[in-house]
């Protein structure tokens, strides 16, 4: 899987995320940053609704997070919405069952999805390309299978209901997250913030830079006396954490979770938005979620057909644009 | 010599184009909202599945909204203002869309009233949010007993049955045309569990003794292995109680196997979707129609076809009249209440009749207090390969059973409405 | 409790057959050209779309003849427009566009022929079981096996004793090596991955004999499929047969037992596989990278 997605890409130098400009980067950054900080306010100009804000910022870490893995890595998971699912559940089960706490909740649906990362990381290590793919299906699958026959506990192919997230008790105020929507953009977007800063500074260190050098020739990583395996681990297992993460802000969104979180299409939705976006930059999927989620919204509004036009659509970007809309723009830079 | 002309691609220029190019993908996001002055329309947002496997049901479901919505502006729509129906797909299984879609048609949308889901999943999930939101919802198609039951709110009606109410329809016909031992083929979700119950519990009664069951998960394509095991316990009737594609699977294959001949085929809730689909020497079994298109006595009943017939070519559904029962409610609510307000509307449709035209059945439906659960009538019946009423006449009325007879009580719906203060 | 397991082993097999004729097109395309067809699903709901519409026409078995060639040249084309251009990428992207593409044809379907389900009749003489006692029988499933092992026979026969098979084989050991030798390797790709979906069509007009004929038909079907593959063995359709078969009594055994287990037990024993000896039962040794 490494060999041939290595050809065009430019010797990596500085930030492995970024151009080679260090001062380009942080405009970018900073621009990054100021849409995302203000989108609850310009989304309503141009026919958006703060929820759908809020699944922009909570896909695009669940593609971010698979994007740790996939681009950076270079290793394909097929089943990260196990893992974005577990998280849900997590959140849901605890609020429900056992603490009406938000972020207690949290703390517990990253655990679940991050404690299941680090066994079935652990499990599938040795396995590379099609076949890692394949069985991170095959636990996502078993996932979601648990999830639906154990009606009681995760009421099965209902969901789970009858819940919802709890207003957040800072003792010296209470933000609302329940009955305010802003309220939990900004409070995803917080997390978001603290998730994406933590991966970027992961992907800076040499632990990250050593994941790009296991992309670009394993078996060379391997004759540097890299503990390949161990590392392709670590990186499973972060990427993982940020998923579930991802799962938690999705659970407290809908006030709802499902075993359809679970299942393989789902993570092959986040597959589309890394490789939409652009699989080799680190914004590339935020991007690509945005697309992903606002187009999907805005056609199913318009036609019945919109599963045509996203299908055609993305067909073209995997045919003509096969770094993403980012990577377009990178590649003409770099040149 | 020729110059090269060059694309100002510097950094940060290119990052400009990045952000521009994301800000311009939300662009995408869809039309400017205008703000119209004067008469604002009153807006009915139908969140239902579309694509996927329940698309058919779905889009039935929204094909009857659409022609109450018309109907409705004739005559002079809610209130005096008219009236607009949005439309979003929930896909069939994706609970996250379908709660979005539904907040996006309370909050962008505005709208006052919400409809849906086919998926008792989806269902529950919507009417969470239509609490949430204080806006009046009336549920279509989603079967499930909580939805009216356990998790029911004073702002979400429902126009289907609740499985139980199925379940006591149709166990006395089981019993009569098939026998007492029985053999489950259920689907394994909520629905499929409350409706065995249901009619274990209404069996019971009868002397219903069951053999065996299986579960069986949704989408199965291959029943074999279950209508094995359910030919080899010996019963006196296999009780098919999956639904859609399941359902044409499942009885497809039994009739391959020719087990109609040696024993009963029949269930619970059926429906016109399925039948169409099968095959003509599959359509067979006693089941419970939820609303039937033939009733030649029944006033209203033939314009409302035709209706339907000149709008999609095809007879009407019960989905079909799911959809427009409930476009109707919101009206007929509104208009009672004189208002849109979801407190006072819902107190407005406690134990309210529909009228005829809506009703569009023998009986007089109502919604009962303290549970917002329609109580019509209900067909009980076989499938016939074809009637004598056209090719669409694919189900034989033995019974209609009036209304409330099967309904059980309120106590059993395990519903504790609580009123806002 | 003995009889009814036999008889789901028994039931199994013939399952497990239907699975190894989907099976076997994924297969054939992935050896060859690394291509993880996502849309083989949609081409198998095209072929048992375009059998209805061919059914009052010439029948059944006009349909059955038909209906898989049409939908092998639909698979041509597409091949052609859409897949060529990724050959030398990483599959990934195969895998992605072929993801799309199964939006894409879902979507068609309903387009074309709408959402509700429709009526696919068999003639009656087939459906009829042979006995009384082993009802599951019919003529229909005895039919749809026997096809399998046609089409089994017949493929085995094209790869061994044909040059287009020849060059397929070579191809999916060492593709590089069959172009240096002046084979035209598009062309080859282009046959192959026809063959396929022609595999797919077929499986279709099979399967509308069984199920019920809807947009969403090959969707329930893809993942046994890739199941199949690997627990055989990439790179083996000896392996993707015995895996399809494999499959379909452990479903049917495991619906004796624990019943709402039957979905789920086919993705343990792909895990499995992959833990223990992830080269698949007759698979090749080396072929995981």
């Known amino acids: 899987m490494s060999s041939n997605v290595a050809t065009n890409t430019p010797p990596v130098v500085g930030n492995p995320m970024g151009t080679g400009n260090r001062r380009g980067d942080i405009i970018a950054t900073a621009v990054v940053w100021l849409l995302l900080l203000s989108m609850p306010y310009w989304m309503a100009l141009i026919g958006g609704y703060t929820e759908l804000a809020i699944r922009i910022v909570v896909m695009g870490l669940a593609a971010m997070s698979l994007n740790f893995l996939l681009g950076f890595t270079g290793v394909l998971s097929f089943g990260h919405a196990a893992y974005f699912g577990l998280g849900g559940y997590g ?36 396995l590379r390309g099609v076949y890692f793919a394949m069985v991170t299906i095959a636990f996502g699958q078993v996932f979601y299978f648990i999830a639906f026959r154990w009606n009681n506990v995760t009421g099965g192919d209902d969901g789970l209901s009858g819940w919802s997230r709890k207003a957040l008790d800072l003792g010296f105020t209470t933000i609302d997250l329940p009955g305010n929507d802003k309220a939990y953009y900004y409070f995803a977007l917080f997390v978001f913030a603290l998730c994406v800063g933590a991966m970027a500074l992961i992907l800076r260190s040499p632990f990250g830079r050593t994941l790009i050098a296991i992309r670009e020739n394993e078996r060379r990583a391997r004759f540097l006396g890299i503990p390949v395996d161990q590392h392709i681990w670590m990186s499973f297992v972060i990427s993982c954490f940020f998923a579930a993460v991802a799962g938690c802000l999705y659970a407290l969104l809908s006030n709802f979770i499902d075993p359809r979180a679970l299942r393989w299409d789902q993570s092959g939705n986040f597959v589309i938005m890394a490789v939409l976006g652009g699989m080799r930059s680190f914004w590339g999927p935020l991007l690509g979620a945005a697309i992903f989620v606002a187009l999907q919204d805005y056609v199913s509004s318009q036609t019945e057909n919109w599963m045509s036009f996203i299908g055609v659509f993305f067909m073209l970007i995997v045919i003509f644009f096969p770094r993403g809309i980012l990577g377009i723009l990178k590649r003409s830079v770099t040149k | 010599m020729t110059k090269k002309v060059e694309l100002d691609l510097s950094p940060t220029r290119r990052r400009f184009i990045k952000a521009a190019a994301a800000g311009a993908a939300l662009q995408m996001t869809g039309p400017f909202l205008i703000s119209a002055r004067g008469e604002q329309p009153v807006k009915i947002g139908i969140d239902d599945c579309l694509t996927g496997t329940y698309a058919a049901v779905g889009k039935n479901e929204v094909i009857g909204a659409t022609l109450a919505v018309e109907q409705m502006n004739k005559k002079g729509g809610i209130l005096g203002r008219p009236v607009e129906l949005v439309t979003e797909d929930s896909t069939s299984g994706d609970a996250g869309t379908a709660v979005q879609k539904a907040r996006k048609l ?75 031992k029985w053999y489950f083929i259920t689907p394994d979700y909520a629905f499929g569990h409350t409706l065995q119950s249901g009619l274990e519990k209404a069996g019971g009664k009868l002397g219903m003794q069951k053999v065996g069951g299986d579960l069986t998960p949704l989408g199965t394509t291959d029943f074999s292995s279950y209508l094995i095991k359910a030919q080899a316990a010996g019963p006196d009737v296999i009780v098919i109680l999956v639904q859609g594609d399941d359902m044409i699977n499942c009885l497809k294959q039994a009739v391959q196997f020719g087990l109609e001949k040696k024993v009963h085929l029949a269930g619970a809730q059926q429906e016109l979707e399925p039948l169409l689909g099968l095959p003509p020497e599959a359509r067979i079994g006693t089941w419970v129609f939820e609303w039937y298109w033939n009733q030649p006595n029944v006033p209203h009943v033939k314009e409302f076809n035709a209706a339907i017939k000149a709008k999609t070519g095809h007879m009407p559904t019960a989905r079909t009249w799911f959809g427009f029962a409930a476009a109707h409610a919101c009206a007929l609510g509104a208009n009672a209440a004189k ?74 719906s395990e519903c504790k409405m609580q009123w806002p203060s | 409790m003995s009889q009814v397991l036999l008889f789901n082993v028994f039931n199994g097999l013939i399952v497990g057959a239907f699975y190894a004729l989907m099976a076997l097109g994924l297969s054939l395309i992935l050896n060859l050209s690394g291509v993880i067809n996502f849309a083989h699903g949609g081409f198998l709901a095209l072929g048992a779309y375009l059998a209805y519409t061919l059914l009052p026409h010439v029948g059944f078995w006009g349909a059955l003849i038909i209906a898989p060639v049409l939908t092998a040249i639909l698979g041509l084309i597409a091949e052609r427009i859409l897949i060529r251009p990724l050959y030398g990428r990483d599959p990934l992207y195969s895998l992605l566009l072929t993801f799309g593409l199964a939006y894409v044809l879902e979507d068609v379907s309903r387009y074309i022929w709408g959402a509700q389900s429709v009526p696919f009749s068999i003639p009656s003489w087939l459906t009829t079981p042979l006995s009384s006692q082993f009802f599951f029988l019919t003529g229909y499933r005895i039919f749809m096996v026997l096809l399998v092992g046609i089409a089994v026979a017949g493929l085995f026969i094209i790869l061994n004793k044909t040059r287009l098979g020849m060059r397929i084989r070579a191809g999916t050991l060492d593709l590089e090596t069959v172009s240096v030798l002046g084979v035209n390797v598009r062309i080859l790709r282009n046959l192959n991955f026809g063959l396929g979906i022609y595999l797919a069509g077929l499986a279709g007009v099979l399967a509308a004999g069984m199920l019920g004929l809807q947009p969403t038909i090959g969707t329930s079907l893809i993942m046994p499929s890739f199941v199949a593959i690997i627990v055989g063995g990439l790179g083996s359709l000896p392996g993707t047969l015995l895996g399809g078969l494999l499959i379909g009594v452990a479903s049917g055994v495991t619906t004796v037992y624990f019943p709402s287990a039957t979905e789920a037990v086919m993705y343990v024993m792909m895990g499995l596989v992959l833990l223990v000896r992830p080269r698949g039962l007759l698979g090749e040794e080396g072929r995981v990278q």
């Open chain 1, 91 to 126: 959140v849901a089960m605890c609020i429900k069952y056992l603490v009406p706490s938000t972020p207690v909740a949290m703390l517990v649906g990253i655990a679940t999805g991050t404690i299941a990362a680090m066994v079935i990381g652990a499990l599938i290590v040795k």
């Open chain 2, 106 to 180: 309370i909050d962008r949308d505005g709208c006052d009233f919400l409809l849906g889901n086919v998926n008792s999943a989806l269902t529950l999930a919507m009417a969470d949010v239509a609490y949430e939101k204080k806006k009046i919802m009336v549920a279509t198609g989603g079967h499930t007993d909580a939805v009216t039951g356990a998790k029911c709110h004073y702002n979400v009606f429902r126009i289907c049955n609740t499985t139980q109410m199925e379940a006591n329809a149709v166990a006395p016909a089981l019993i009569k045309n098939a026998g007492k």
């Open chain 2, 339 to 412: 208002s849109v307000d979801a407190l006072k509307v819902a107190k407005a449709l406690q134990n309210f009749k529909l009228p005829p035209e809506v009703a569009l059945m023998p009986g007089v439906p109502y919604f009962r207090a303290g549970q917002n659960q329609l109580i019509p009538n209900q067909w009980v019946g076989h499938a016939i390969a074809k009637g004598s009423g056209g090719p669409e006449d694919l189900f034989h009325v033995d019974e209609v059973v009036k209304v409330g007879e099967a309904a059980g009580t309120l106590e059993e």
